[in-house]
């Protein structure tokens, strides 16, 4: 690069670079954003790194919105780095309160020189009528990529609508509570036991974080584990189990739990986890498609929270759309099929199987429930007080089925689909 080319450096410059390498590998190179997040410069201030998130992490959230915004400002597309620059110049604008001439510089300054005069002039043109053109728009559609919104209105109705405008906020920071720990100050205590607190909570800065109180897990990511209903000493496996949360939840209700993951980067974080949560499980890096224990023995109950497209995280991911799909749906699901299949065999007579996705397609969810008798698995209906406060979740067929768009009011919850069998 040039010194006719190299970006200037002013105040907040560094954030908005981090923001467009983060948009850049999602986009571009389909990283997750998690793992573009830790490839930034060690470097990079502690504020920087967070400003650089939530700006991007507001253009995953409303890219149609704001491409709607710009087209009308460009005659030509421009390069994807100048797009992404538009997006987050506008995202700051539009969704987060910066005071234009902030983010119109900061902007302008991460660009290379070529482009500052397009940059500078669209900007302030967004500063001025952006707001306007905002509130005209059908948000809900233009955020949501085609594939999802077809899939969604076909499983759920008029309530794909409501799932969409979910996705457009932040999650909250759920949490977990170890037994006896007590609530953190402010929380809301969730009716299934959750302790919420609002959305940008670091949860490393609370009271008891590091003594192993609590663990974060959305409430609905905390419901599976609570259906199997495990009692002490009783020997569970959790397959897939990282990053260890339902693990955690098991281990700490007092089964003897064996926890299986494949990922070894995914097991040290379970290892981690455990470690600071001082629960103790055993662990195991295998594939849980064909592991089995040495002794061949049977467990009381298995839980398989299984690998999915993970769209009923989007609150929390908004990398997802992105990164994932239509015919991602397929192969997951067949996946799903072949650790269902094979947990079913890790069961004594009577034992408990909860399985579980955090995705709203129904391929990944309901639609495993037509194989079950064949496993010899037998559904074993939720009741409603089993998940207090969200008797909607209850399908008819006795299987748990949370939206986004549920617990509105209270901020939402994630989407997961679990079913409980008994084996026959």
Not at 197 to 225: K, M
Not at 243 to 261: I, M
């Amino acid at each position: 690069m040039t010194s006719q080319q190299r970006p200037q450096t002013l105040p907040g410059a560094p954030a908005r670079q981090a923001a467009l390498a983060l948009l850049a590998a999602v986009m571009e190179r389909r990283r997750p954003l998690e793992e573009a997040l830790d490839a930034l410069p060690a470097a990079l201030a502690p504020r920087d790194r967070a400003a650089a998130h939530r700006i991007a992490a507001a253009v995953l959230r409303r890219t149609g919105s704001l491409d709607a915004v710009l087209e009308p400002m460009l005659r030509r597309e421009p390069p994807p780095a100048v797009r992404a620059a538009l997006r987050a110049g506008a995202a700051e604008l539009l969704l987060l309160g910066t005071p234009p001439h902030a983010a119109v510089a900061a902007t302008v300054a991460a660009v290379p020189r070529p482009f500052a005069g397009l940059v500078n002039a669209v900007l302030r043109k967004i500063a001025t009528d952006g707001p306007a053109a905002m509130d005209g728009l059908d948000a809900e559609r233009l955020d949501t990529p085609p594939w999802l919104w077809s899939a969604w209105h076909a499983a759920y109705g008029p309530a794909v609508r409501a799932i969409a405008r979910a996705h457009r906020q932040a999650a909250p920071l759920d949490l977990t509570l170890a037994p006896g720990a007590p609530a953190p100050e402010g929380a809301e205590i969730l009716p299934t036991g959750t302790a919420r607190l609002p959305a940008g909570t670091r949860i490393t800065d609370l009271p008891g974080f590091a003594e192993g109180q609590s663990w974060a897990q959305d409430a609905a990511a905390a419901l599976p584990a609570r259906l199997l209903g495990v009692r002490p000493g009783e020997r569970v496996a959790d397959l897939c189990a990282a990053p260890g949360g339902k693990t955690a939840q098991l281990a700490a209700a007092g089964a003897q739990v064996v926890a299986v993951e494949r990922d070894p980067r995914r097991m040290s974080r379970l290892r981690e986890n455990l470690a600071r949560l001082e629960l103790a499980a055993d662990l195991v890096q295998a594939d849980a498609a064909s592991w089995s224990p040495t002794a061949n023995e049977r467990f009381d109950a298995v839980l398989l929270d299984a690998p999915c497209t993970a769209t009923g995280i989007i609150r929390r991911h908004p990398d997802i759309p992105h990164l994932k799909r239509a015919a991602d749906v397929a192969p997951m699901a067949e996946t799903q099929a072949r650790l269902l299949a094979h947990a079913a065999t890790l069961l004594r007579p009577g034992g408990r199987l909860v399985y579980a996705t955090c995705s709203l397609q129904p391929e990944e969810g309901e639609a495993h429930l037509a194989r079950a008798s064949a496993l010899g698995l037998r559904l074993d209906p939720i009741r409603p007080e089993e998940v207090p406060g969200l008797p909607e979740a209850i399908t008819a067929q006795g299987t748990l089925r949370t939206r986004p768009d549920m617990w509105a009011e209270r901020g939402g919850i994630d989407g997961f689909f679990a079913a409980r069998f008994v084996r026959v």
